[in-house]
Every structure is written in structure tokens, then in C-alpha cells.
């Protein structure tokens, strides 16, 4: 499953960003999106994510409150909305598709790179 992740960019703190993911190709009949990050030097970690129906969304305490994930089925697109910046969101964030619904993430995107400056 292609997935196409955009809408990085440098940002001041405090401000927003919006980033898309595209998945493409063939697709599971159902699949969970998943959002993670990996900051320089750091583990990739988990940031969110929004199961197939988009009834249930979770989000890692460091972001919740202030991300929120949505999906457009029409358009094979996830989103991840980021409010309220801060520097330590600096990271590249990739998105990535659980097709069984077991938080089993086979499928990455690219990633793309979000700078929060202070």
C-alpha cells in the first residue's frame, strides 16, 4: 500500500500544521491509520491513530489536546492536524496503515518533516 505523507514544513511555535497522508494502490477492504514521529537522535514514536469507521481516535499524551486525526474515505486521505506547536514536535512524522486492525503497522510512508521553531 503506497502512502503518500506531506504538508511538513517550518513553523514558529504556537502555530499549525497539516499534514495528509495519500494511501494509493490496493487497499485493504478495512484499515486503521496510524501517525508516528522520530525526532533527531530519538526512537520513532507513537503520536496517533484513527481506526477504519473514524469512531475511535488515540493520541499519545504528549500530543492529546492539541492533534487531532481525521480520514477522508472519498479520498484515501488521513489527516493529522497540529495545533499549538511547540519545538519538541520537531520530528520527521510518517503515517502508516494497520490492515488487520491488530496495531501491527506493515505499510510506512516516506515521512515528512515538520520544524517547530522557538
Known amino acids: 500500500v503506497p502512502l503518500q505523507a506531506c504538508g511538513g514544513g517550518l513553523v514558529q511555535a504556537g502555530g499549525s500544521l497539516r499534514l495528509s497522508c495519500v494511501a494509493s494502490g490496493r487497499l485493504p477492504s478495512k484499515y486503521a491509520v496510524g501517525w508516528f514521529r522520530q525526532a533527531p537522535g530519538k526512537e520513532r514514536e507513537f503520536v496517533g491513530r484513527?481506526?477504519?469507521?473514524?469512531?475511535?481516535?488515540v493520541y499519545a499524551d504528549s500530543v492529546r489536546g492539541r492533534f487531532t486525526i481525521s480520514r477522508d474515505h472519498a479520498k484515501n486521505t488521513m489527516y493529522l492536524q497540529m495545533n499549538n506547536l511547540k519545538p519538541e514536535d520537531t520530528a520527521v512524522y510518517y503515517c502508516?496503515?494497520?490492515?488487520?486492525?491488530?496495531?501491527?503497522?506493515?505499510?510506512w510512508g516516506q515521512g515528512t518533516k515538520v520544524t517547530v521553531s522557538s
Open positions: 484513527i481506526n477504519w469507521s473514524a469512531l475511535s481516535t
Open positions: 502508516a496503515v494497520d490492515e488487520h486492525g491488530l496495531h501491527e503497522y506493515h505499510y
